[in-house]
């Protein structure tokens, strides 16, 4: 199975600050990697879909960049309804598999 | 639009079976790949199974392998998870999800169900 893994695990941020997570798959996986946003009480939330592209109603401060094994998303002017935890997940494999998930609260 | 209602959840006790359903509506059914994902009690996600759209094709993570089963019944329009020999740190919340397009060249979980609730105690 393809191994995901988040760096950090969890980070304290400002509103307006820029906010970096990694995710790195333990083999190729082209440009196959998600991004999800969850928050307390609610279905998880795709973000961002083949490494780079903005889901359907997501704000433009969401970005996500990678190929291969090494992946980027970037959340540039942080906001209120930012402060979650977030996930990679990669699809390149019918397994399909998470990162363990980066929790990103107020500093 | 995209609906995805799952039913099922609950208390069981160790050892029990539980069978978790998700009612789809809003798109082509039998197009689609769908899946369960669950969060333990202060874990992360954990993807458990997806299955195609036609249903001849599906996989399950290794950690629940031999004990959940998906399947689907493209003529009600509904995805299935069975769970047997449940354990403690089988509790959390389960999601259907709605997995990718069959051909197409990216997937991902677009659509999640509401969640439910599955307490093995």
């Not at chain 1, 970096?20 to 996986?29: E, F, G, L, N, P």
């Not at chain 1, 433009?60 to 990678?66: D, E, I, K, L, V």
């Not at chain 1, 190929?67 to 990669?90: E, K, M, N, V």
């Not at chain 1, 390149?92 to 998470?98: E, G, L, M, Q, W």
Request: hydrophobic residues 35%; glycine residues 12%; contains cysteine.
């Amino acid at each position: 199975d393809i191994h995901m893994t988040q760096s950090p695990l969890s980070l304290s941020a400002s509103v307006g600050d820029r906010v970096t997570i990694t995710c790195r798959a333990s083999q190729s996986i082209k440009s196959n990697l998600n991004w999800y946003q969850c928050r307390p009480g609610k279905a998880p939330q795709l973000l961002i879909f083949d490494s780079s592209s903005l889901n359907d109603g997501v704000p433009s401060r969401f970005r996500g960049s990678g190929s291969g094994t090494d992946f980027t998303l970037t959340i540039t002017g942080l906001q209120r309804d930012d402060f979650a935890t977030y996930y990679c997940q990669q699809s390149y494999s019918v397994v399909r598999t998470f990162g363990q998930g980066t929790r990103v609260d107020v500093k | 639009q995209v609906n995805l209602v799952a039913s099922g959840g609950g208390l069981v006790k160790p050892g029990e079976s539980l069978r978790l359903s998700c009612a789809a509506s809003g798109f082509t059914f039998i197009d689609y790949y769908m899946g369960w994902i669950r969060q333990a009690p202060g874990k992360g996600l954990q993807w458990l199974a997806s299955i195609s759209g036609t249903g001849a094709y599906s996989r399950t993570a290794d950690s629940v392998e031999g004990r959940f089963t998906i399947s689907r019944d493209n003529g009600r329009k509904t995805v299935y998870l069975d769970m047997d020999s449940l354990t403690v740190e089988d509790s959390g919340i389960y999601w259907c999800a709605r997995d990718g397009q069959s051909g197409a060249s990216y997937a991902a979980f677009a659509y999640w169900g509401q969640g439910i609730l599955v307490t093995v105690s």
